[in-house]
């Protein structure tokens, strides 16, 4: 039996009609459409100078030589707040004592503080630690502070694997501040040849290289400009979470270390 379709629309689809028939009305008794204007047109990247030969050396894969093993210092269970921060400061002194540039290079008066800090806690340059997940493996990496001399800071991250320390980053500068925005550490410094302007780098964990790398760097103005400044707007950057930030310091302020 052959089945014929009805003449009549179900009430919804008259309706739809009806609702339609007013819109097109409407828009006929305006003018119709009107135009906004036309559209710039979309210009893509143009590589300039493309006849350049490519470099012949290779670049160096960038924070392959970020990391280190720290000597001498066991971490049961992976634990990293069961490690002396102090012990782990002074196992890289005592290790690298000579060094005074690179990821190891310590002032000599630095050094000479940091061996003592055992008998002389209240002028150790040594600061108090901080613990956060910077890696996104669940479990937190110490995050360490050395004052130095010329207000410059050095700041060390080490993680914990294989039951042992890895140093995944150390940098040195003068330090405005240190924040910690999700997984980025973030280090404001001063730039004494740009007035005005201060730099700040996000460290950030690369899985490749097992490492914390200056993933985005920036020259921002800190103050507001003057006759005849720039008219080119400071970068924006993320400020840290308010949820992000404990109630109460993650440890004790202190000059006692790694109590």
């Given at each position: 039996?052959?089945h014929?379709r009805?003449?009549?629309?179900p009430?919804?689809l008259v309706?739809?009609?009806a609702l339609g028939?007013?819109v097109?009305t409407?828009c006929g008794?305006?003018?119709?459409?009107r135009?906004a204007?036309?559209?710039?047109a979309?210009?893509?990247?143009v590589?300039?100078?493309?006849?350049?030969?490519p470099?012949?050396?290779?670049?160096i894969?960038?924070?392959?030589?970020?990391?280190?093993?720290v000597?001498?210092i066991?971490?049961?269970?992976n634990?990293?707040?069961?490690?002396?921060?102090?012990?782990?400061v002074q196992?890289?002194v005592?290790?690298?004592?000579?060094?005074r540039?690179?990821q190891?290079g310590?002032?000599?008066?630095?050094?000479r503080?940091?061996?003592a800090c055992?008998?002389?806690?209240?002028?150790?340059?040594?600061?108090?630690?901080?613990y956060?997940?910077?890696?996104g493996n669940?479990?937190?990496?110490?995050?360490v502070?050395?004052r130095?001399?010329?207000?410059?800071l050095?700041?060390?991250?080490y993680?914990?694997?294989?039951?042992?320390?890895t140093?995944?980053m150390s940098?040195?500068?003068?330090v405005?501040?240190v924040?910690?925005a999700g997984r980025?550490?973030?280090?404001r410094?001063?730039?004494a040849?740009?007035?005005?302007y201060?730099?700040?780098?996000?460290?950030?964990?690369?899985?490749?290289q097992?490492?914390m790398?200056?993933?985005?760097?920036?020259?921002v103005r800190?103050?507001?400009?003057g006759?005849g400044?720039?008219?080119?707007?400071a970068?924006?950057?993320?400020?840290p979470?308010?949820?992000?930030?404990?109630a109460?310091?993650?440890?004790?302020a202190?000059?006692?270390?790694?109590?």
């Amino acid at each position: 039996m052959r089945h014929h379709r009805s003449p009549l629309l179900p009430a919804a689809l008259v309706g739809l009609l009806a609702l339609g028939s007013a819109v097109l009305t409407g828009c006929g008794g305006q003018g119709g459409l009107r135009s906004a204007g036309p559209s710039p047109a979309a210009i893509g990247p143009v590589r300039l100078w493309p006849d350049l030969p490519p470099a012949t050396n290779p670049p160096i894969d960038y924070g392959e030589t970020d990391t280190q093993r720290v000597p001498g210092i066991p971490v049961p269970d992976n634990d990293i707040r069961r490690v002396d921060p102090l012990a782990v400061v002074q196992a890289e002194v005592r290790a690298h004592r000579n060094d005074r540039s690179g990821q190891d290079g310590l002032y000599a008066e630095t050094v000479r503080a940091v061996l003592a800090c055992t008998k002389d806690r209240a002028h150790c340059p040594v600061l108090a630690p901080y613990y956060r997940d910077l890696t996104g493996n669940g479990r937190d990496e110490l995050i360490v502070g050395i004052r130095m001399p010329d207000q410059q800071l050095g700041v060390r991250v080490y993680l914990a694997e294989n039951d042992g320390l890895t140093r995944i980053m150390s940098t040195v500068d003068q330090v405005v501040s240190v924040d910690v925005a999700g997984r980025d550490l973030i280090v404001r410094a001063s730039s004494a040849g740009i007035p005005g302007y201060e730099y700040r780098t996000a460290w950030s964990w690369d899985e490749q290289q097992r490492a914390m790398l200056p993933a985005r760097d920036e020259i921002v103005r800190t103050k507001p400009p003057g006759r005849g400044a720039s008219l080119v707007p400071a970068p924006e950057f993320v400020s840290p979470s308010p949820s992000l930030t404990p109630a109460a310091p993650a440890v004790p302020a202190s000059p006692e270390v790694g109590q």
